[in-house]
Nanobody
Framework: QVQLVESGGGSVQAGGSLRLSCAAS????????MGWFRQAPGKEREVVAA???????NYADSVKGRFSISKDNAKNTLYLQMNALKPEDTAAYYC???????????????????WGQGTLVTVSS
């Protein structure tokens, strides 16, 4: 069975940084993509960033230039480095694994193969 466990969330002032981690256990098919999604209060879940099996990445326009997704295959861990945080970044952040899809399709996905439990990020102004 695959399990994803997020960590690294917390409270930070606007302009600050956080690094989220997602530790994966179990086997994830090598072709799968992994991504970070978030859900802010009163809003639908949205994709933040994704990384594919070939190493290519995609970012939501709202975080482009501020966030960076990466993974360490040896440690079986996914990361999201978040810089220049804004109050609108406040949300529960979830990591996920799913079959490869175009970015346009990923942005509309409601379901994925595996979800983590989430970690809360709160950014104050």
């Amino acid at each position: 069975q695959v399990q994803l466990v997020e960590s690294g969330g917390g409270s930070v002032q606007a302009g600050g940084s956080l690094r989220l981690s997602c530790a994966a256990s179990g086997y994830i098919y090598s072709s799968y993509s992994m991504g970070w999604f978030r859900q802010a209060p009163g809003k639908e879940r949205e994709v933040v960033a994704a990384i594919n099996s070939d190493g290519s990445t995609n970012y939501a326009d709202s975080v482009k230039g501020r966030f960076s997704i990466s993974k360490d295959n040896a440690k079986n861990t996914l990361y999201l480095q978040m810089n220049a945080l804004k109050p609108e970044d406040t949300a529960a952040y979830y990591c996920a694994a799913y079959p490869p899809r175009s970015w346009a399709v990923v942005a509309q996905m409601r379901e994925v193969s595996y979800w983590g439990q989430g970690t809360l990020v709160t950014v104050s102004s």
